[in-house]
């Protein structure tokens, strides 16, 4: 543990037997999803199920990663859409990779200072749940720019699923967003007709076992089939929705949506314990996170520690502590500010981070300098894709809060997301999740807010190994984290990495959130005595994980358990 300080405390806690005490027992995790050919882990068994039709019908993953966004667009309208964003980080099995930001932008009538009164104070109604939170769309150039560069097929094909799915609609499970969230979206229809118009059956919530069917969404997906991608970002359905925002009070214009490109940048690269991850760069802070804690915890045997031992969990603590405060601080939209990346994932700055942790307490989050992290829900979704090849995708695209704005695009059918609630709107000033972060990521006309997605692919031996991701705000970095520690030093299967109890923290508040079952309450109380703090709560994000086992020549995948409308499929 070079590096790392210790204190009189450490030996105290080192002599008790609490220090290693194992995980309370859990529900078993069923076997992975198994596959020979290729594998498609969503959030939802419909687009699963169409991805892997994609790929016996000759598709390659990036062909069937174009047909699921759709799809999900059809199947999760809180989360999957067409009218958020995100990112995309993709691995040919040739050596070519890349990841694609399609994070939406800020119109070109945004400024700095939008949000706030006469007096400078941040009126927070403007923000969220408002037509001036929506930034616009990227999802439909993302996937465009994936398939154009990387894809086998053409468009039309891999659009028409999620056509039929809309046009005909699909019958409904109690885990369905619209049945789930029916109360939610009662509220909506309130300020928004067309909420009520597309996303109730009468004006009441669906229930499981009833069909449900979006003509406006299934003639938005047949014109962009018909016409290609770019009829969503000129003709009618961009001047539908800007008229609805205009409408509403917002501030789209035709030119947002003329002048919004797909952007790509290099990935965020780093080793772990002989294995090399390839995960999103900024805008997005996920990849950076995700490196700065991999290399802070790699100077240790986290499995001699034992999982969820009091000493690897307050390692594993500590770390996040500080790469949070890094992501808040340092980090914006690469084309407005200059991110310290090569620092921040070094092995060198890792260790200046490890010699700041002492073993036997915990380091109040008032002593590090940063920001406070986003506390936010499973408002997001991620998806990952292996094909024969070897090729690998990870998706991760969002709405914002769950459906986002609240409000629908017209007669588009789909709704906004409130991605401009992801910018500073004032300098010290929190946002709806509690997020205060600087002038990096300040609001300007254009420019991409920062994001947790974490879309990642880690190689073995130069092959991918495993695809993963997740939802949930900052929860996202974490999230990822855990099921890739559960894989490489726990052995875990993929199901059961991906299902595991989990633990977050953020810098700020300084408190660690538990999932229940997380910690024994032996270990909880030792952690306690070295002044940590902890919050159990419920509602935690949903991974989805990929595993490829070359020495068996099988693809092994796992869909959280905490999301039963989701699957796993592989042939």
Same mark, same amino acid.
């Given at each position: 543990?070079?590096?790392?300080?210790?204190?009189?405390?450490?030996?105290?806690?080192?002599?008790?037997?609490?220090?290693?005490?194992?995980?309370?027992?859990?529900?078993?995790?069923?076997?992975?999803?198994?596959?020979?050919?290729?594998?498609?882990?969503?959030?939802?068994?419909?687009?699963?199920?169409?991805?892997?039709?994609?790929?016996?019908?000759?598709?390659?993953?990036?062909?069937?990663?174009?047909?699921?966004?759709?799809?999900?667009?059809?199947?999760?309208?809180?989360?999957?859409?067409?009218?958020?964003?995100?990112?995309?980080?993709?691995?040919?099995?040739?050596?070519?990779?890349?990841?694609?930001?399609?994070?939406?932008?800020?119109?070109?009538?945004?400024?700095?200072?939008?949000?706030?009164?006469?007096?400078?104070?941040?009126?927070?109604?403007?923000?969220?749940?408002?037509?001036?939170?929506?930034?616009?769309?990227?999802?439909?150039?993302?996937?465009?720019?994936?398939?154009?560069?990387?894809?086998?097929?053409?468009?039309?094909?891999?659009?028409?699923?999620?056509?039929?799915?809309?046009?005909?609609?699909?019958?409904?499970?109690?885990?369905?967003?619209?049945?789930?969230? %029916?109360?939610?979206?009662?509220?909506?229809?309130?300020?928004?007709?067309?909420?009520?118009?597309?996303?109730?059956?009468?004006?009441?919530?669906?229930?499981?076992?009833?069909?449900?069917?979006?003509?406006?969404?299934?003639?938005?997906?047949?014109?962009?089939?018909?016409?290609?991608?770019?009829?969503?970002?000129?003709?009618?359905?961009?001047?539908?929705?800007?008229?609805?925002?205009?409408?509403?009070?917002?501030?789209?214009?035709?030119?947002?949506?003329?002048?919004?490109?797909?952007?790509?940048?290099?990935?965020?690269?780093?080793?772990?314990?002989?294995?090399?991850?390839?995960?999103?760069?900024?805008?997005?802070?996920?990849?950076?996170?995700?490196?700065?804690?991999?290399?802070?915890?790699?100077?240790?045997?986290?499995?001699?520690?034992?999982?969820?031992?009091?000493?690897?969990?307050?390692?594993?603590?500590?770390?996040?502590?500080?790469?949070?405060?890094?992501?808040?601080?340092?980090?914006?939209?690469?084309?407005?500010?200059?991110?310290?990346?090569?620092?921040?994932?070094?092995?060198?700055?890792?260790?200046?981070?490890?010699?700041?942790?002492?073993?036997?307490?915990?380091?109040?989050?008032?002593?590090?300098?940063?920001?406070?992290?986003?506390?936010?829900?499973?408002?997001?979704?991620?998806?990952?894709?292996?094909?024969?090849?070897?090729?690998?995708?990870?998706?991760?695209?969002?709405?914002?809060?769950?459906?986002?704005?609240?409000?629908?695009?017209?007669?588009?059918?789909?709704?906004?997301?409130?991605?401009?609630?992801?910018?500073?709107?004032?300098?010290?000033?929190?946002?709806?999740?509690?997020?205060?972060?600087?002038?990096?990521?300040?609001?300007?006309?254009?420019?991409?807010?920062?994001?947790?997605?974490?879309?990642?692919?880690?190689?073995?031996?130069?092959?991918?190994?495993?695809?993963? %991701?997740?939802?949930?705000?900052?929860?996202?970095?974490?999230?990822?984290?855990?099921?890739?520690?559960?894989?490489?030093?726990? %052995?875990?299967?993929?199901?059961?990495?991906?299902?595991?109890?989990?633990?977050?923290?953020?810098?700020?508040?300084?408190?660690?959130?538990?999932?229940?079952?997380?910690?024994?309450?032996?270990?909880?109380?030792?952690?306690?005595?070295?002044?940590?703090?902890?919050?159990?709560?419920?509602?935690?994000?949903?991974?989805?994980?990929?595993?490829?086992?070359?020495?068996?020549?099988?693809?092994?995948?796992?869909?959280?358990?905490?999301?039963?409308?989701?699957?796993?499929?592989?042939?």
């Amino acid at each position: 543990m070079q590096g790392l300080t210790r204190s009189p405390l450490l030996i105290a806690v080192l002599s008790a037997s609490a220090w290693f005490v194992a995980l309370p027992a859990q529900a078993v995790s069923p076997p992975p999803a198994q596959g020979q050919n290729g594998m498609v882990a969503s959030a939802h068994k419909l687009a699963s199920q169409i991805g892997v039709d994609v790929l016996k019908q000759g598709g390659n993953a990036v062909d069937a990663a174009v047909a699921v966004g759709y799809a999900l667009a059809v199947t999760l309208p809180q989360a999957g859409n067409l009218g958020g964003g995100g990112f995309l980080v993709i691995r040919m099995a040739d050596g070519r990779e890349t990841m694609v930001d399609f994070r939406e932008a800020a119109p070109l009538a945004a400024s700095a200072d939008m949000y706030l009164d006469q007096d400078g104070k941040v009126r927070r109604e403007m923000v969220s749940r408002s037509w001036l939170g929506a930034a616009v769309p990227g999802t439909v150039a993302g996937l465009e720019y994936a398939r154009q560069h990387y894809g086998t097929l053409p468009s039309k094909p891999l659009v028409m699923p999620a056509v039929a799915l809309a046009r005909d609609g699909y019958a409904l499970t109690q885990w369905d967003d619209v049945v789930v969230h %029916g109360d939610l979206l009662t509220t909506f229809a309130k300020t928004d007709a067309y909420v009520g118009k597309y996303f109730l059956n009468g004006g009441k919530p669906y229930r499981a076992g009833e069909t449900f069917r979006q003509p406006a969404l299934a003639k938005t997906l047949q014109t962009i089939a018909d016409n290609g991608p770019q009829a969503f970002y000129q003709g009618w359905i961009a001047d539908e929705t800007v008229r609805a925002s205009k409408a509403g009070g917002g501030i789209f214009t035709p030119e947002d949506f003329t002048q919004y490109q797909a952007l790509t940048y290099k990935p965020i690269h780093c080793s772990y314990r002989g294995y090399e991850l390839v995960s999103a760069a900024p805008p997005s802070s996920g990849g950076i996170s995700l490196c700065e804690s991999l290399n802070v915890l790699e100077n240790v045997s986290l499995k001699d520690m034992g999982q969820r031992s009091a000493a690897s969990t307050h390692l594993y603590i500590e770390t996040l502590r500080r790469a949070f405060a890094d992501r808040n601080v340092e980090l914006g939209d690469p084309r407005f500010v200059d991110n310290p990346v090569d620092n921040l994932i070094s092995k060198s700055y890792a260790q200046q981070v490890r010699a700041s942790i002492d073993l036997g307490r915990a380091t109040p989050s008032s002593a590090i300098k940063g920001g406070t992290p986003v506390k936010e829900g499973n408002h997001t979704t991620h998806y990952s894709i292996v094909d024969k090849a070897g090729n690998a995708v990870s998706v991760t695209y969002s709405l914002g809060l769950r459906f986002g704005t609240g409000k629908v695009a017209g007669d588009a059918g789909f709704f906004l997301n409130d991605t401009m609630e992801g910018f500073t709107a004032k300098v010290g000033a929190p946002n709806v999740f509690g997020l205060i972060q600087g002038k990096a990521n300040a609001i300007a006309p254009a420019k991409r807010s920062l994001s947790s997605m974490t879309p990642t692919v880690v190689l073995k031996d130069g092959k991918v190994y495993m695809v993963t %991701g997740s939802p949930g705000g900052p929860r996202i970095i974490t999230t990822t984290l855990q099921t890739i520690l559960n894989v490489i030093d726990y %052995g875990m299967d993929v199901q059961a990495a991906v299902d595991a109890p989990r633990i977050h923290h953020q810098w700020l508040p300084d408190t660690v959130y538990l999932e229940a079952g997380a910690l024994s309450p032996d270990t909880r109380a030792m952690l306690e005595k070295m002044g940590h703090h902890f919050t159990v709560e419920e509602n935690w994000s949903v991974a989805d994980a990929i595993v490829v086992d070359r020495s068996r020549g099988l693809i092994f995948g796992g869909h959280d358990n905490r999301a039963p409308a989701g699957a796993a499929l592989g042939y």
